[in-house]
C-alpha cells in the first residue's frame, strides 16, 4: 500500500521559511517521478514543483520560481519542498504527489499525472 506522508508545515511570517517534507513507503521510491501541489481555500490545485527520479532535474511554477525548491533523497524514500522568503499567497495545503513512470526524465506538472497523493500539510503565511 503506498503512503506519502507530509510535514513541516506550520504558521510563518511574510519573508520566512519552511521545510516541507514528504516520506514514502509502500513503492519502490526512486522509480516514481515526484510532485508538490498546493491548494489555497476556495481555489483549485494547483501545480508547485517537479523532480525526477533521479533527482537531476527539477520544475516550476512561475509564481515560485526563485523561492522554492524541490530535492529528494532516494536513500530515505523522502522529497522535500523549501520554501524561502514566504508571502501570503503562499498560505495553502501543501501535497506531495507519486507519478508512475517509465521515462527517467519525466516531469509532470498536471494532476492527473500523478497516481498518489498524501494528505497534505498546512502553511500559513501571515503579513
Known amino acids: 500500500q503506498v503512503q506519502l506522508l507530509e510535514s513541516g508545515g506550520g504558521l510563518v511570517q511574510a519573508g520566512g521559511s519552511l521545510r516541507l517534507s514528504c516520506a514514502a513507503s509502500g513503492v519502490t521510491f526512486i522509480t516514481y517521478p515526484m510532485g508538490w501541489f498546493r491548494q489555497a481555500p476556495g481555489k483549485e490545485r494547483e501545480f508547485v514543483a517537479a523532480i525526477t527520479r533521479s533527482g537531476g532535474s527539477t520544475s516550476y511554477a512561475d509564481s515560485v520560481k526563485g523561492r522554492f525548491t524541490i530535492s529528494r533523497d532516494n536513500e530515505k524514500n523522502s522529497v522535500y519542498l523549501q520554501i524561502n522568503n514566504l508571502k501570503p499567497e503562499d498560505t495553502a495545503v501543501y501535497y506531495c504527489?507519486?507519478?508512475?513512470?517509465?521515462?527517467?526524465?519525466?516531469?509532470?506538472?498536471?494532476?492527473?499525472?500523478?497516481?498518489?497523493w498524501g494528505q497534505g500539510t498546512q502553511v500559513t503565511v501571515s503579513s
Open positions: 504527489a507519486a507519478a508512475r513512470s517509465y521515462v527517467s526524465s519525466a516531469l509532470y506538472s498536471r494532476r492527473d499525472d500523478y497516481a498518489y
